[in-house]
């Protein structure tokens, strides 16, 4: 299984370096200017990611939009991500690429993005200011939702196998972790 890098560091990487990158099938996100390059995911985690688009799609309100990676969300002038899923404002998805902190970004676990997802994007997400933060970890299944309370996250819901969450953040929306994993 593939391994989650970071290239060795000479100097802090760019939003321009990372529109350099080629195509070539793995994710190439910046952190606190380290580029991380991840490999294409697994069926279980294409799998959630469809049947929770799928479930925010239906819920969502029409000033809010839902889009599916690989899309970039510039966090800082350091850190650009690519979540999963997110949710983002009507305003924020006017033109071709995204503009600003999504309302929420949700990450699937993925045994070489674990770390990352429940520590680095974590707490990026949070000193960025988006509101919500889901991980959802197929081998569970389990879901995990924070949201921003006074500029911290603050653990606001969890869920295992076929128990059912309902989330407020960004618009109420009742989960059952096992219900993503077809």
Not at 61 to 68: G, I, Q, T
Not at 149 to 174: I, K, M, N
């Amino acid at each position: 299984m593939g391994q989650v890098t970071t290239l060795p560091r000479g100097r802090d990487f760019t939003p321009a370096d990372l529109a350099a990158m080629p195509d070539d099938g793995n994710r190439y996100e910046l952190i606190d200017g380290a580029l991380i390059v991840t490999p294409s995911p697994r069926l279980p985690h294409q799998s959630v990611v469809g049947e929770l688009y799928v479930v925010l799609r239906a819920g969502c309100p029409d000033d809010l939009r839902v889009y599916l990676a690989p899309l970039d969300v510039t966090l800082s002038s350091d850190t650009v991500t690519q979540p999963d899923l997110l949710v983002t404002t009507a305003g924020q998805a006017t033109g071709e690429v995204h503009v600003g902190v999504p309302v929420l970004a949700v990450e699937v676990l993925s045994p070489s993005t674990r770390h990352i997802d429940l520590g680095l994007k974590r707490s990026r997400y949070e000193v960025a200011g988006c509101r919500s933060y889901w991980v959802i970890d197929p081998d569970g299944p389990t879901l995990r939702a924070w949201e921003l309370e006074d500029g911290a996250y603050r653990e606001v819901a969890s869920a295992t196998g076929g128990d059912a969450v309902a989330l407020r953040l960004p618009f109420p929306v009742r989960i059952v972790p096992s219900d993503l994993v077809r």
